[in-house]
């Protein structure tokens, strides 16, 4: 008999009592997935990668030094334990843990099953790419149309009053007047994360660090306005205080690869923005005026703002300020017209 089938035949079944208990002393979460998985698992949820202050790369740990620092040394040799432990499985993809596992839970499980989520993403990611126009034949796009057309209902008018900031390319920018950061004719916009080709919207951002990343760090023209009306807003960086009763459905899409995949802003054809097009087609409907969202460039209490509503970002954008900004230095060009 092998030595490993000697330590498996002494095992008297209390070895993954034993591990799972003591994980929850460490962590008060379950296994989100492992070496095997997390890679599938930020597929589906790209913005688990660095939201809440990292939280999901926290929750890394080796079973090495999970081994050094639990009591199952008490009870199990390191060489019980590197047998043993292949005996558990992970809840997501089912295989051994071997080497590393990431003890989290999404922020929005209340109402969710992440399963059945990921299935709706895959359903949709294939719909998306071969019929994009057929999107309200699905289920589930269809729920998420009520569900926006609904919340308007509940949404109150808000004035924003802290400055936004809108950024050019220095490269782009052929005179400094605050025109230049305007909408750009219809004929030269591209497919944007919430914006047909041709259709104009204008996007903001909440300070100049995340303009800059937003145009993939390049060198860069901001300028600062303000919003001076009131406007609708369909919040999707804070759903629990904005929209509270569909607060899991709008986080699990905010969180998913529907919303917020990460991909090349270069090249015309952007499949992987079809379904956050459709959310703003959705928001647009229900006279939502603005879509607040997270930065998919970089996460650090920041946000984007895209304002739909044409009359708003036509006469109620006020420019007060331009700066030259490479990412850490700013310049300010103290622009008045």
């Known amino acids: 008999m092998t030595r490993e089938a000697e330590i498996l035949e002494k095992e008297e079944g209390g070895f993954e009592d034993n591990f799972r208990e003591d994980l929850e002393s460490w962590f008060s979460a379950d296994i989100a997935c492992c070496t095997n998985c997390v890679d599938d698992f930020l597929s589906y949820w790209p913005l688990a990668d660095e939201a809440n202050d990292f939280a999901f790369q926290k929750s890394y740990i080796d079973m090495n030094t999970f081994y050094s620092g639990s009591r199952l040394q008490q009870c199990y040799s390191k060489e019980e334990f590197d047998i043993l432990i292949q005996t558990i499985h992970c809840d997501r993809c089912n295989e051994p843990l071997k080497h590393e596992i990431w003890v989290y839970d999404l922020p929005f499980l209340g109402g969710v099953n992440v399963y059945d989520f990921e299935c ?20 589930f796009a269809l729920q998420v149309y009520d569900v926006l057309h609904e919340l308007i209902n509940d949404t109150k008018v808000l004035q924003i009053e802290e400055p936004l900031y809108r950024a050019r390319a220095s490269t782009e920018v052929k005179s400094l007047y605050y025109n230049e950061f305007k909408t750009a004719p219809k004929e030269k916009i591209g497919e944007g994360r919430y914006n047909h080709a041709a259709e104009q919207v204008l996007y903001l951002s909440s300070d100049k660090k995340t303009c800059f990343n937003e145009l993939n760090q390049q060198l860069c023209y901001v300028a600062e306005c303000n919003i001076t009306k009131p406007i609708k807003v369909l919040d999707l960086t804070e759903p629990y205080d904005a929209h509270q009763k569909y607060e899991d459905i709008l986080n699990a899409l905010i969180f998913s690869a529907l919303m917020s995949k990460r991909i090349s802003t270069t090249g015309y054809n952007k499949p992987a923005y079809v379904f956050s097009r459709f959310i703003a087609d959705c928001a647009k409907s229900a006279n939502f005026d603005a879509i607040k969202y997270p930065s998919t460039k970089a996460i650090d209490n920041n946000y984007n703002l895209v304002v739909l509503n044409e009359e708003i970002f036509t006469n109620y954008i006020k420019y007060i300020n331009m700066y030259f900004y490479d990412g850490s230095k700013e310049i300010n060009l103290k622009i008045t017209v």
């Open 120 to 139: 709706r993403i895959e359903e949709l990611t294939i719909l998306s790419l071969k019929t994009p126009f057929l999107l309200l034949k699905n289920e």
